[in-house]
């Protein structure tokens, strides 16, 4: 029997159209920028994100790290909302190989107020670190969507600072679905943009670098001194390319799954969902009478799978091979749950 698995989008299988791709794609060395594949991949991710340029890279945070390496100097500070993946999620990347700090802006969704950024800006000062970028995330991991107007207002913030502005769009193809404009529209407003092929739009392997042609110049040069240089990484990049053509607007299915999702959860009393997160794929509640492990246990042994709670909090993520007749046995076995551990305590 099938599991279902609403601990990420990331692990959604690539399609059988993938699969096809992946075996008949045309390869060469990318290391000599010889592999046709990858190139149409990085020229189709560079004209849908309305950018000069794109980079294979092999994982998402490599590409948000490789966009800090190429942005700033050793000693640099990098202006970063205290949710954001690049300080969360990372390992302390950022110190280790740019070796920048992070100012860290207290913020739960990615959006602090304009004048915390203007604040957090150094005077050029002798005993002060350089700012030299901001780095942003959307669609955020709370859930939320960051508004177009607020990543303009920022870049205005940046131009009259003379700084640079990385967006981890991880998920910028919700984003767009969830706004209902394209990726570009969102990309406008950022110098380098991250997006991962492998979340939601379902590819085994992959995100993309994107920014104008010197970015990504150096940041190839980059790719290579962090070991990210691959070979015929063609067989990858095919399932990148079918991502990106077919999969972007199936994207919307899954935000309609979490609402539906979320409001079968919420009929159960003992669950407080958060229904202001809920612009992508992501479903965040409370259940705090109960201890997470018996929550985790209970909907494993019904073959599903969850990530354990944070602090009482609750993350189920819906994905392409979720569906929403699952959702509804999920949301009936959550309630299982709750009333078993009742009657039991
Ligand atoms: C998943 C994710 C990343 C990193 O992607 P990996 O491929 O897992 O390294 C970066 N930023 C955000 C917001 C993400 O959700």
Known sequence: MKWIDLRSDT???PTPEMRKAMSEAVVGDDVYSDDPTVNELERLAAEMLGKEAA????SGTFGN?????????RGDEVIVPSSNHIFVHEVGAASVISGVQLRIIESDDGM???????????DDDLHSPRTSLISLETAHSSGRVLPVSYLESVRALADSNGLLIH??????FNAAVALGISVADIARSADSVMFCLSKGLSAPVGSMLVGDEEFIKRARKGRKL???AMRQAGVIAAAGIVALKTMVERLGEDHENAKYFASALDQIPEISVFKERLDINMVFFRLEEIPG???VEHLERNR???NPPDRGLYRLVTNKDVSREELEATANIVENAVRSWKSSH
């Open 65 to 73: 790290q490789l966009a800090l390496l190429t942005h700033t100097l």
């Open 304 to 306: 599903i799978k969850i």
């Open 55 to 58: 980079l294979f890279v092999p």
């Open 11 to 13: 692990v959604t299988q």
């Open 112 to 122: 602090p107020a304009l004048e915390r950024i203007e604040n957090a800006i150094r």
């Open 167 to 172: 967006l981890d769009g991880a998920r910028i």
């Open 226 to 228: 962090m070991g990210g």
């Open 293 to 295: 492990d018996y929550v």
